[in-house]
Structures are given as structure tokens and as C-alpha cells.
């Protein structure tokens, strides 16, 4: 199985172009899969429809949520399709296993008066403070998710336009960067990057204090180490901060299609989670002016 595992995980990585997140998220799936099979001696060859149930209820009784457990069938999925394109296997057994309901969770935001608090925190009067002001300007103002800011090259970055270039697999999207954003920014890369990175061949847009790349976990302790900072009682991570954008500029007027073009979601239902965040002002004037209302 290990063997089968590895050219499934080659083909994804070469095939399906899928960013790093989702290459690592199908081989922990498919991994966790093979360990329970080997505790329970089961040839993954030999596994039926109901096998796949078993393990589904395996992971219900390990207390893994609907979205985790939805995951690791779509995993086993392409996992077993791979197989049976390569003969390895004659049949399908996840075919027709339906995904459990994923309960859409109220995203978690921060008011317009945490935001401002939050991002008053970092102190352009270092190195650091200038490059972490930066960062979380940029987060709040562009909605980008955590891994595609670290993704972030400097030449991604239009300065004189206002904008940056996101990319996520073949995809690419332009966001607009705002003033304040824009002066943050434009003060890291001249006065704080230069001095950070090591050496010029470095393309990463954000860095560590060693001069590489940011990781993920890097960037998670920069947005907990200033909510502390500022004493703000939620649980502030990045991702609060993209639903913070998308929330914010909802209650100020900007239209869902145009939300949903900056924060990369492929369907416009993901988008619509933000509307039971509109103020009542905005309801407000829909009464007063539709027709119909």
C-alpha cells in the first residue's frame, strides 16, 4: 500500500496542481486510512462499501467533525479512483457513500474598533515592527488567506497601482490595497526587507527575522503575540481577520459578487455566510428603496 500511496500523492502533486495545504491534507487523510486498515488487517484491495462506512463511523466515534470526516471521504475517494484507473483495485467502494451535512459555523469578526486596536499595536520603530504593522495592514486589507499571504513573492506587489496578485494554483486574482495598507507596505519593502533577507535572490514578500519566508505558524504567533498586546478577549487568528474584511466592507455598501471576487471563493453560497452581518442601516435603506421590500 505504501507504494500506491506514494504514486497517488506524485499524481495529485503533478497532475492536479494542488497547493501545498491540500497536497499535505490528502496525504494525512489517506495515511490515517492506512493505519487503521493495518490495526484491523484489512487488505485496502479487499475493502467493500460498508468497510468505508465502518471507517467513517470510526472517525464520528473519535469525536472528528462533520467537515474533517467529509474531508477524509473525498481523500479515500480520489485515493481509490487513482486505484482503479491503474487497476489496482476492480471496484470503487467509496462510490455512491454520501458526505455527512456540514453545518456552515458563524464566522468570527472583530468589530471596526478591534481592528483599529489590534493594528495600532506593532511599532514601525524597528525592523519587526515595521514588517509586522505591514502585515497585518495587508491581511485586513486584502482578506487573503494566511497561506496565500506567506505564498506572496515580492513581485506580486504593484506599489505604484495599488494592488497585489494572489495566486492560488492556476488561479489568480487582483485585490486592491488602500492607503493605509499601501504606506505600511511600501515602508517595509524599502526601509525594513532590505535589511531582513540575507541575500537578493530571496523573492518571499514577508520574512522572518532570519531573512527566509514566513512560515504559517510564524505568522499565527505575530497576529496572537499583538492580540494579547492589546488585550482584545477574542480568539484573533488570521482567518478572523479575512472575515473581518469581508464583513466590514459588507456593512459599508460593497456588493457580494465583488467580495467574493477578492476572497477567491469559487461559489458565491460561501460568500453569502457574511450577510447575517449586515448592519441594520444597510437593511434599513433596502427597505426604503426596493419596490418591493
Request: proline share 3%; charged share 25%.
Amino acid at each position: 500500500m505504501d507504494k500506491q500511496i506514494a504514486s497517488f500523492l506524485d499524481f495529485i502533486k503533478n497532475d492536479k496542481k494542488l497547493s501545498d495545504n491540500t497536497l499535505q491534507s490528502y496525504r494525512r487523510d489517506v495515511l490515517q486510512y492506512k493505519k487503521y486498515l493495518e490495526a484491523n488487517n484489512i487488505n485496502y484491495t479487499k475493502v467493500k462499501s460498508n468497510g468505508i462506512k465502518t471507517y467513517l463511523q470510526y472517525l464520528h466515534d473519535m469525536n472528528k467533525k462533520s467537515s474533517t470526516i467529509s474531508r477524509n471521504l473525498a481523500s479515500i475517494r480520489l485515493f481509490y479512483q487513482f486505484l482503479l484507473r491503474n487497476n489496482k483495485v476492480k471496484a470503487d467502494p467509496t462510490e455512491g457513500i454520501q458526505s455527512p451535512k456540514i453545518e456552515k459555523r458563524v464566522p468570527s469578526i472583530l468589530t471596526s474598533e478591534e481592528v483599529s486596536l489590534l493594528l495600532e499595536q506593532p511599532k514601525n520603530i524597528d525592523l519587526k515592527g515595521i514588517r509586522d504593522k505591514a502585515m497585518l495592514e495587508f491581511a485586513y486589507a486584502t482578506g487573503m488567506r494566511v497561506t496565500e499571504i506567506i505564498s506572496l513573492n515580492i513581485e506580486d506587489v504593484n506599489l505604484k497601482e495599488a494592488y497585489v496578485i494572489c495566486k492560488t494554483g492556476n488561479k489568480q486574482r487582483s485585490i486592491p490595497l488602500g492607503k493605509i495598507s499601501l504606506k505600511a507596505l511600501k515602508e517595509y519593502i524599502e526601509d525594513s526587507r532590505p535589511i531582513l533577507i540575507k541575500t537578493e535572490s530571496e523573492k518571499a514578500l514577508f520574512v522572518n527575522i532570519n531573512g527566509r519566508r514566513l512560515t504559517r505558524q510564524g505568522f499565527w504567533k505575530i497576529v496572537k503575540f499583538y492580540k494579547e498586546q492589546a488585550h482584545i478577549a477574542k480568539d484573533i487568528t488570521p482567518h478572523v481577520l479575512r472575515h473581518s474584511f469581508a464583513t466590514h466592507l459588507l456593512q459599508n455598501g460593497a456588493e457580494l459578487k465583488a467580495i467574493q471576487t477578492m476572497l477567491g471563493h469559487s461559489d458565491i453560497s460561501s460568500t453569502q455566510v457574511y450577510m447575517q452581518f449586515q448592519d441594520e442601516s444597510i437593511k434599513n435603506i433596502y427597505r426604503k428603496a426596493h419596490p418591493r421590500a
